[in-house]
């Protein structure tokens, strides 16, 4: 994957919110006119309505692994990572089924839009290892994870299907262009990839083959 050219915005500000509590991290996100974010040190799922300017519903994520912060490498300090894909909004999170295995590994779980509620037929527990990759991506309900070989380039070497449950390595290239790709994430509504590039955004085209 070769970046297309910057993405550049309209700065001004045509609205604020003040949230009643501080998020955590980069994993936040904006869908179906809420703002979802993980209360700042707490285990919290928190919906926000943009339109009522209000907490609209919250959860526990109680499977919530015991890690040290900074689980999604680029993506800061991150314990819980909201994404959208066609299929909705999920949540992903590192847990492990006892607290003395070395390592944890990923759970990506589709989340309930309106009361945060998960479903144990929608909720899959990949192989994919604390600090294993840098950066992760979920296009049509498959997860893609890249391994950074170094600053200018990675690989896309590990993909869950949620859909059959199988694992594969694409082995796909994702290239840099400037110095080193942070922050990774697909945007369902003009399916792009969104990356932060030493501090300019860059977008990827996103071919899809039925």
């Not at 089924?97 to 759970?107: A, G």
């Amino acid at each position: 994957m070769e970046p297309t050219d910057n993405a550049y915005f309209d700065c001004r500000w045509s609205n604020t919110y003040k949230l009643p509590s501080s998020w955590m991290g980069t994993g936040h996100a904006v869908y179906n006119g809420s703002f979802y974010y993980n209360k700042a040190y707490t285990r919290n799922l928190i919906r926000y309505d943009l339109r009522l300017r209000a907490v609209a519903s919250w959860t526990a994520l109680d499977e919530l692994g015991s890690g040290s912060a900074g689980t999604f490498g680029w993506k800061g300090y991150s314990e819980v990572d909201f994404t959208v894909d066609e299929g909705g909004l999920w949540v992903a999170y590192f847990s492990s089924d006892f607290d003395y295995l070395p390592e944890e590994v990923l759970v990506l779980s589709r989340l309930d839009p309106v009361d945060l509620t998960t479903r144990k037929e929608t909720t899959w527990k990949t192989q994919l290892r604390r600090a294993s990759y840098r950066n992760y991506f979920l296009i049509c309900g498959v997860l893609y994870a890249v391994g950074l070989q170094g600053q200018r380039e990675g690989t896309v070497s590990y993909a869950f299907d949620t859909h059959t449950g199988s694992e594969s390595d694409p082995g796909l290239r994702i290239h840099s262009k400037y110095s080193y790709l942070t922050q990774i994430d697909y945007n369902p509504n003009d399916k792009l990839l969104y990356a932060w590039d030493n501090g300019f955004q860059v977008t990827y085209d996103v071919m899809f083959i039925y």
